[in-house]
């Protein structure tokens, strides 16, 4: 499974590892036995999938993410296990995953969800589905695909092999691939309407680690340096001129509302574009918890004193790095975890709107960073009228690890699921442009300075996805905890008929 992931991508490996799962489910009469086989697979799966959590920080707080995501696939496991004694056990299956997904990507503190069998297909065919139900839709695919090819394969090797149960089983497990072929030209021609130029600046930290923003004039003087050249760039005409130019997160930790310098080297980066600058900052707050916030800052306005045009403030915000539960409990176990901020959330509808030309107006939907991996970030969004969705993000913390890619595949996934194009701006890479296939068409190297200019599709039409919403995932856990008590109560007839039998075999 873990190996389905990004930068890997062999996404077929998620549908064999879920079928070896359930062909290893089905049947399991032992709650016991059933908990150590998911938890096992668990240990195998998100032990290799999230290293990055402990690279600066030592091993203890990866390891214990994983055990407790691994306890988690044990609890779905029983589940699976009880649910595939029913007709149609590969249907419950699915079911049953997606179920395991919400769970652990809701509690506790807000949830997990990095890792969903969704993310595996950013380079898979199961990726149009996503349109039709988010991810939450692709993952059950994976997973209904995994269970029928279990399913087909049972019955290769213990059941009657007739021919007509074969062919039966071999078109199930075609079902959803067969589904997504036929999605897939509906989400090659969404309808583009208008273009927009955008750039992307990159402009790199000084050095890796966790205190990499110590020198955060040093990261804000980088992107004003990309900025520039990307100015004589535009005079040269070796590049077209942007109508809005997107830094990363943390691209400016030095609140350029407060600081007078700050302030004077933005409004001239954004005077020598000609264009507004999405500005990733930290803002600080009079009640001394600051925001991870987005200013469009447009600096032709500078004259006026009104550079800052709009504001995002983050609103999903990460747990045990932007802020700390039971901080108290946690300081006790690592050093480290006195290093987490203590950040505010935002609110708002997620989107800014950004002043192209007069009488021109662009709405931006924002997912800054950790955002980007829960389904409500993008959706809410798109359905306040974003016409391109942006993802600030700053990887530095996680050193050359693998998380920066997996992050870009969630991003491929909400291009599909939303039928908008996505801008990635990451602080040392990788930034990237997607189009609402999920192809990447332009990106950056990884810690190194870059500058990307890419005009792109707008879109103001809303997919079956954005329509529907969490609704599917909601029927999903709805029909798990019901087919779970079909599954009780139809083992509770069957110990009855046994003892019936038995009494009267005496």
Request: some cysteine; aromatic content about 10%.
């Amino acid at each position: 499974m873990w190996a389905s992931f990004p930068p890997r991508n062999l996404w077929f490996l998620a549908v064999l590892s879920l079928a070896v799962l359930a062909l290893q489910l089905h049947g399991v009469a032992r709650a016991r036995t059933a908990f150590w086989c998911g938890f096992v697979f668990g240990l195998a799966y998100f032990l290799p999938l999230l290293p990055w959590v402990g690279i600066y920080v030592g091993p203890l707080p990866w390891v214990a993410l994983a055990v407790v995501m691994a306890l988690y696939a044990g609890l779905l496991a029983i589940v699976a296990a009880r649910v595939t004694a029913l007709p149609w056990w590969p249907l419950w299956f699915a079911l049953a995953w997606v179920g395991f997904e919400w769970v652990r990507s809701t509690f506790p503190f807000g949830g997990f969800p990095w890792g969903r069998a969704a993310f595996t297909q950013a380079e898979g065919p199961l990726l149009s589905i996503a349109s039709t139900g988010g991810a939450p839709a692709v993952s059950f695919a994976v997973a209904f695909t995994g269970g029928a090819l279990a399913a087909l394969t049972r019955t290769l090797l213990t059941g009657p092999r007739q021919r007509q149960v074969v062919m039966r089983r071999a078109v199930v497990v075609l079902i959803m691939p067969a589904l997504a072929g036929a999605l897939w030209p509906s989400v090659e021609s969404v309808n583009t309407g208008e273009e927009v130029t955008v750039a992307v600046i990159q402009g790199n930290v000084p050095r890796l680690g966790l205190n990499f923003n110590e020198q955060r004039r040093a990261v804000l003087d980088n992107h004003v340096r990309q900025t520039l050249l990307l100015a004589q760039k535009i005079q040269a005409q070796e590049v077209r001129q942007p109508s809005v130019v997107l830094w990363p997160e943390n691209a400016s930790d030095i609140d350029p509302t407060l600081n007078p310098d700050a302030a004077e080297q933005i409004t001239a980066a954004s005077k020598a574009v000609g264009a507004p600058i999405m500005v990733g900052t930290v803002l600080q707050h009079s009640d001394g918890r600051p925001t991870n916030s987005v200013l469009v800052w447009d600096g032709r306005t500078a004259m006026q004193k009104l550079p800052v045009r709009g504001r995002y403030d983050k609103q999903i915000i990460q747990p045990f790095g932007e802020y700390l539960p039971w901080r108290g409990f946690f300081e006790y176990f690592s050093p480290y975890a006195e290093q987490a901020g203590n950040f505010r959330p935002g609110v708002g509808p997620g989107v800014v709107t950004v002043s192209t030309a007069p009488g021109n107006d662009l709405t931006v939907g924002i997912s800054t960073c950790w955002e980007v991996a829960f389904d409500r970030s993008a959706r809410k969004a798109v359905r306040a009228g974003a016409q391109l969705l942006s993802v600030p993000t700053n990887n530095a913390t996680f050193g050359r690890t693998e998380m920066t890619y997996q992050q870009l595949a969630m991003s491929q996934v909400r291009a599909v699921e939303h039928g908008r194009s996505v801008v990635v701006s990451a602080t040392s890479g990788v930034s990237a442009v997607i189009n609402p296939d999920g192809q990447i068409t332009a990106s950056t190297g990884i810690f190194e300075p870059g500058i990307m200019v890419q005009t792109i599709a707008l879109h103001t039409e809303r997919t079956v996805a954005t329509t529907v919403g969490p609704l599917p995932e909601r029927i999903a856990v709805v029909l798990t905890v019901l087919g779970l008590m079909w599954a009780w109560v139809r083992h509770r007839r069957a110990c009855r008929l046994t003892q019936t039998l038995q009494t009267h075999d005496l």
